[in-house]
């Protein structure tokens, strides 16, 4: 039903900046709330950001509110993650999900489709 891509991981130092996309194909997807979530070696999948489907309400996990921004442009069928001041605990494996109630939950197990994730990596 919904495929989707993520891509703009990378090696940066820092205090620098990345933006990733997810790109998603399928009829549907300004009707999906989109979110993006972590996974880093020995650590357990976390939650990163959330957004409904409207945009009109976001969400984001302690650790990277002020620093990362969440976005999408439904004419696109792309959502970003737009990460700043970004820190060596960043360094993970940052996957997009897609969930078709709309509402922007931040638990991995209530969304149904899934990226295969994009390697962010931040030097100190």
């Known amino acids: 039903q919904v495929q989707l891509v993520e891509s703009g991981g990378g090696l940066v130092q820092a205090g620098g900046s990345l933006r990733l996309s997810c790109a998603a194909s399928?009829?549907?997807?300004?009707?999906?709330?989109m979110g993006w979530f972590r996974q880093a070696p020995g650590k357990e999948r976390e939650f990163v950001a959330a957004?409904?489907?409207?945009?009109?309400?976001?969400r984001y996990v302690d650790s990277v509110k002020g620093r990362f921004t969440i976005s999408r442009d439904n004419a696109k069928s792309t959502m970003y993650l737009q990460m700043n001041s970004l820190k060596p605990e960043d360094t993970a494996v940052y996957y997009c999900?897609?969930?078709?109630?709309?509402?922007?939950?931040?638990?991995?197990?209530?969304?149904?489709?899934w990226g295969q994730g994009t390697q962010v990596t931040v030097s100190s």
């Open positions: 999900a897609a969930d078709p109630m709309g509402t922007a939950q931040i638990q991995a197990r209530l969304y149904p489709y």
């Open positions: 399928g009829r549907t997807f300004s009707r999906y709330a």
């Open positions: 957004i409904k489907w409207s945009g009109g309400i976001t």
